[in-house]
């Protein structure tokens, strides 16, 4: 991979910054407002057909999870839902990507590639817990795979695993006969892509910090546009692990309901085989317009 330097991920989060404000496809009201064309994988056995098997599928995760997932971040999720301290209410999601399929003529070599996301249906949160994509892991095949399926980004499949985490949790009461799956948070936990990883660094250098700090790290806001915590919030978009989330909110919007990033945290989640101060990223979303309405209710003008 390429290396991602702090400028260029700015330029790239400002764009997908927009792209979260675009209206779902065949939705633009009037010449200005430009559509967002949605993504083609839109249900849970999309999966399947492009070769991928669930494994590890637990109502509640098990207690390795818990100790490699929810221990480092206890703090943080108690501070954004009713964390208990337990797996009451959370379901693991895991895909592989173990079937070759031919599918209009091509053939697609399986990858073994894997994704693995750690889901609370009702509070809207899901945690990014362990995943390499069908890109990367058929480079690492001893015959390099190159051609790789359609169905191969985290954006789609997490988004895939979301909805199917909704479906079937009790916890989830359906408003209509499909209802739309809920996501207020998103986590990266213990990021170890280099290119983030740099950017990471890159903020925490301007801000005469060479130690990434634990919970509640720091905090940036696309609001703040003077105090310039909207530029790193666009340089964090910007990153292969903030694209990710970009493009989920932005192409599965229809389902999801009109979002955006409204801020990002940075913070040191500490697992005992730590070599590193992995960064972790707590993306919040919001409905977008929503800055515009506290302004208007406060008074403010446009």
Partial sequence: MSELTYTSAVEKGKL???LMTLKP???GTSETTQDNPQSRFTTYTDLEKWGYIQYGGETE???????ECFDPLEECLRSICDFKGTTEEWTCEG??????KTI???EYLETNAFFQQVIHPRAGILIAHGNNGPAHMGRLKESPITTVPPLRHWSDVAFLQLLNAAETSTSTVPESSFPKPKL???IRAGVQCMPTVSVVKDILAT???STLPAWPGISFYADDEVGGGREVVEALLGTPNGSGVAYMVAQHNEMLGWKEVH?????????DDDLYRWPTLLFSLRDVGAAVDALVRRGGGL
């Avoid at 995760?61 to 100790?67: A, E, K």
């Avoid at 895909?95 to 070759?100: C, K, Y």
């Fill in 25 to 27: 496809e065949g939705s």
């Fill in 263 to 271: 801020s990002v945290t940075i913070f040191y989640s500490e697992r």
């Fill in 16 to 18: 997908l910054m927009a």
């Fill in 95 to 100: 895909q592989s990507h173990e079937f070759t």
């Fill in 104 to 106: 209009d003529g091509v």
């Fill in 207 to 209: 801000r005469n910090m």
């Fill in 61 to 67: 995760p098990s207690s390795c999870l818990r100790f």
């Fill in 184 to 186: 207020n948070y998103i």
